[in-house]
């Protein structure tokens, strides 16, 4: 193309890209203004925040309750009652483990009058292999993470189960964030000699894969992984978006294919 013709399509770019049949202009590009953009309550940095004065406060156990409290009163709203012994052990377990209590615990908790009871309760859901199953199905809808690869064949992903595996185990070890984050991100780097750190890299290669390719397909899906990649980890880890709209809008769907449970 000939310079000027070039310069010719710079200059009609730089006025707005004009329609040459009426002259009508796209509308002005939107500034960012990264000032602002980190007063912005996601950005600014952690402050202890006193707890706010409430009309009830024998309610309130704890310095949370107050700012749950705080706002019910706003709204004219008071606290639910309190729940007996039966239905509290029944949401609790529900909660943490996904599934009910049997009428031996039910009996068990309703019968136990000590102090701690609650506390107890509490300790053993946590320390269930189904705590981690439960609150494991959380993330991985973040993760975009399915046991098919999507599209229109939607192949089975044999070896799917083992990233699923790392992130129960993770939460049922009580792994700390940060080491979850980093191990999904580069565990075969930082332990490569651990297969559950190795398994946890399936994070990056969780979404959609075409079960048919071409020669002519290969470039344009590699790059379409890697835009997923971005995309997940800015939604997952960061809770920006920071691919283009057509990925980040399709890499949180978790329905594009099959999740399985044992």
């Known amino acids: 193309m000939p310079d000027a013709v070039i310069a010719d399509l710079a200059k009609w770019v730089d006025m707005g890209a004009p329609d040459p049949r009426d002259g009508s202009a796209l509308p002005g590009k939107r500034l960012i203004d990264i000032a602002a953009g980190k007063n912005h309550w996601a950005f600014r940095p952690l402050v202890r925040v006193a707890p706010p004065e409430v009309r009830n406060a024998s309610w309130a156990r704890t310095a949370i309750d107050r700012f749950i409290l705080a706002r019910l009163e706003a709204k004219g709203l008071a606290p639910a009652r309190p729940l007996d012994s039966a239905r509290l052990i029944r949401r609790a377990s529900f909660d943490l483990t996904g599934l009910p209590p049997t009428p031996e615990e039910v009996d068990a908790f309703v019968k136990d009058s000590s102090s701690d009871a609650y506390g107890k309760l509490i300790d053993r859901l946590l320390q269930s292999e189904r705590h981690g199953e439960r609150w494991a199905r959380h993330w991985l809808d973040l993760a975009r993470f399915a046991e098919s690869g999507g599209y229109e064949f939607d192949k089975d992903r044999p070896g799917a189960f083992h990233y699923r595996d790392f992130v129960i185990k993770a939460l049922n070890r009580d792994t700390p964030y940060d080491e979850f984050v980093r191990l999904q991100v580069a565990g075969d780097h930082l332990k490569p000699d651990d297969l ?3 398994a946890a890299t399936g994070f990056l ?8 390719t071409t020669a002519k397909t290969i470039e344009p899906i590699r ?27 399709t890499s949180m769907i978790p329905s594009r294919s099959r999740i399985t449970t044992t």
């Open 196 to 198: 559950l750190s190795t």
């Open 205 to 212: 290669v969780a979404g959609p894969f075409p079960g048919q």
């Open 223 to 249: 790059y379409d992984h890697l835009d997923d990649m971005v995309a997940t980890l800015g939604t997952a880890m960061l809770g920006l978006s920071v691919a283009a709209p057509d990925v980040t809008s």
